[in-house]
């Protein structure tokens, strides 16, 4: 099944500054080093608000201010989201965060200034992240924001920088096969 760049689900929203550890996700489940997102999903934005991930389904969004996901490079948090099937819209991230969310196959539109005003907690939004657009479904209000790159587009779809090492490696099986040892 092809990955749906036109998608609609429900704006959440969190404000500037938002850090990755005790915010995404709280610093207990980045201390304990967890990769598996059945153990870290129960924690997104508890510190934050504990009865938001049981408001979130999949397919999402997470409405952020400026410099989401800031502080510390983990990527526990992120590695969650993806699972869940949650979205990233954001004024700003920080470019090390951007690109963990890009490696993780976490899809992540920004700058996207002013779309904290144009939508409130719980509204039903659709977004392109290949035209940029988002619409506020209940008013029909527009805005648009630069598309994703067609290359991270192109990660995004195939899981992250593992599946699109993957697909590359299933399409040169030349490159698999060991090198010939000389004597």
Do not use: Y
């Amino acid at each position: 099944m092809a990955f749906q760049w036109r998608t609609r689900g429900r704006a959440h929203l969190l404000g500037d500054n938002f850090p990755h550890d005790g915010g995404v996700i709280t610093q207990q489940m980045v201390q304990s080093r967890s990769t598996d997102p059945a153990e870290l999903i129960p924690h997104l934005f508890e510190n934050h608000d504990t009865t938001l991930i049981s408001r979130m389904k999949p397919g999402d969004f997470v409405v952020a201010g400026r410099n989401f996901g800031c502080g510390k490079p983990h990527i526990s948090g992120f590695l969650a989201m993806q699972a869940f099937g949650l979205r990233v819209l954001a004024e700003s991230v920080p470019v090390p965060v951007a690109r963990a969310m890009m490696n993780l196959g976490l899809p992540c539109l920004q700058p996207c200034r002013g779309l904290r005003d144009l939508v409130s907690e719980g509204d039903e939004i659709e977004v392109d992240f290949s035209s940029g657009q988002v619409i506020h479904l209940a008013t029909g209000r527009e805005l648009s924001f630069r598309a994703l790159d067609p290359f991270v587009r192109n990660t995004i779809e195939q899981g992250g920088l593992k599946g699109a090492l993957l697909h590359w490696l299933k399409e040169h099986p030349e490159l698999g096969e060991p090198a010939e040892t000389r004597a």
